[in-house]
């Protein structure tokens, strides 16, 4: 009798299981997003309601890095699962499927859909996999989603009697390439739904309300606050110019960061920016452009929370990198400090009772181990993340990883809690506490009492490129 009563409930089990369907999943990236968001509180004035209302039910990952501070290396290895040092995957040119040996690479979606997903995206998730050498440029990998919207601006462009009104002569300053056009800001007279960002939101929200056969992965690209800095006034009104408070910096902070530090760092976009008194101008602009891509990722959630799977989609959002906006006298990204290498990570799961910050170290490298793991798929044992289920389930609980932020061959970056260690191609090193300088004002490399420190960042580094 027993043996059966045994059985049954191992029956009962297995029917249960089958029955409980799996989660869907809404991934909702922005560009060039640092953290300057209301619950990242990397800054105060930041206005971010609707990020802010999906913290408070997520968990919160307040040191959470990209795994390159630029478009395509970040999403390149947060869509393969591969570090850029696995791929060779470090600038905005390659392309990883054209990598030896990575032709066939199940991305991130690929691997939901070969699960039993249906998949679909809108606007910049892959940044440039087809080289750049297709329209579209941005936000496609073939085959990667069965739908897509692709677009590639991010807003409705001002007449251009109003494009660089803001008098910057960058040209004067050295600055080249596309910065010299890009960097730009205006508040825009258009309508929320006349840009591109709000419409990939109705498009995900769309696809989202749809009557729904199979769990689904849907990923939302949202362009802003990436240059230029178009979005419409009212967010720029958000702000009071004359209380724009600045980032902390300190003089000279480059001098002992050494040649190839000092050669990352956009300086003559700095000394252009304070020599016209613009400063607060462009800290306004990056918040006011946050602050519409919040707007749009609202427009997005609203949507999602009136529908029917509200309950049982697991809402991930993250940016690509950090920015920097005048610390280390660097504008923009694609640097090795922590300013560009931090981005934010939150993880709603509806399933989950904790909500919380969590303060451990993570990566984007993580997160497609870890989708795959609320998910319930099969392990997939190449990928170079790891699973960070266990802080999901406790944001305190034990956890001693290190992230990796890379810009080339031979020019890594490793954030451990406390420490950031940074080498460069010619051998410099930085070493910084953040327990003691939370802004990398000090580099502690050339300290003796520090070698072991760093000896055992040169050993942790030389394990994570293998
Ligand atoms: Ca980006
Ligand atoms: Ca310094």
Redo the contacts with the bound molecule.
């Keep these: 009798m027993k043996k059966y009563l045994i059985v049954l409930i191992l029956l009962v089990n297995v029917f249960v299981g089958l029955a409980q369907e799996k989660p869907n999943v809404l991934l909702i990236m922005v ?2 997003m640092n953290d300057w968001v209301g619950a990242f509180e990397g800054n105060q004035q930041a206005i971010t309601p609707n990020i802010d209302k999906l913290a408070e039910k997520s968990i919160v990952f307040k040191n959470s890095y990209c795994s390159a501070a ?2 395509n290396p ?1 999403r390149t290895s947060m869509l393969t699962g591969y570090n850029p040092s696995t791929t060779g995957v470090y600038g905005n040119n390659e392309v990883f499927r054209e990598m030896e040996g990575f032709e066939n690479t199940i991305t991130l979606p690929q691997y939901f859909e070969q699960n039993g997903y249906s998949t679909a995206a809108a606007g910049k998730i892959f ?1 440039n996999a087809r080289g750049g050498k297709e329209e579209p440029k941005h936000g496609s990998d073939p085959g990667s989603f069965q739908v897509e919207r692709i677009g590639n601006a991010g807003t409705v462009y001002p007449d251009a009697k109003y494009r660089h009104s803001h008098g910057l002569n960058l040209k004067e300053y050295g600055v080249k390439g596309s910065f010299l056009r890009s960097f730009d800001w205006y508040g825009t007279d258009t309508k929320d739904e006349e840009n591109n960002d709000w419409k990939s939101a109705e498009f995900c929200a769309d696809y989202i309300n749809q009557e729904h056969e199979k769990p689904f992965f849907v990923a939302c690209g949202i362009f802003k606050p ?1 240059l230029p800095w178009y979005a419409p006034k009212k967010y720029f009104d958000l702000y009071n110019l004359d209380e724009i408070q600045l980032p902390e910096v300190l003089e000279n902070d480059l001098a002992d960061v050494g040649r190839m530090g000092n050669n990352m760092a956009k300086k003559g976009v700095h000394k252009a920016v304070l020599d016209a008194n613009k400063w607060k101008e462009a800290v306004r602009a990056y918040l006011a452009n946050i602050s519409f891509a919040d707007a749009c990722i609202g427009e997005l959630l609203n949507s999602l929370n009136k529908s029917p799977y509200a309950t049982n989609t697991i809402v991930v959002l993250m940016g ?2 950090g920015w920097h906006l005048g610390e280390k006298e660097h504008w923009s ?1 694609n640097v090795l400090w922590e300013r560009a290498a931090k981005t934010p990570l939150l993880i709603f799961d509806p399933r989950n009772k904790e909500s919380g910050v969590s303060t451990k170290i993570v990566s984007l490298i993580d997160v497609y181990p870890t989708l795959i793991d609320l998910c319930g798929l099969p392990v997939k044992d190449d990928l170079d993340g790891k699973s960070i289920k266990t802080l999901l389930n406790n944001p305190n609980n034990k956890w001693n990883e290190v992230a990796l932020t890379s810009k080339a061959v031979g020019m890594h970056s490793l954030r451990s809690e406390h420490y950031r260690y940074t080498v460069y191609p010619d051998g410099f090193e930085e070493l910084y506490n953040h327990t003691i300088d939370p802004n990398e004002w000090t580099n502690i490399a050339n300290d003796k009492a520090n070698e072991v420190i760093l000896q055992r960042f040169r050993k942790i580094l030389k394990k994570k490129l293998k």
């Design positions: 560009d060039d630029l478009c970040s940044h990436h690509d990198h990204k």
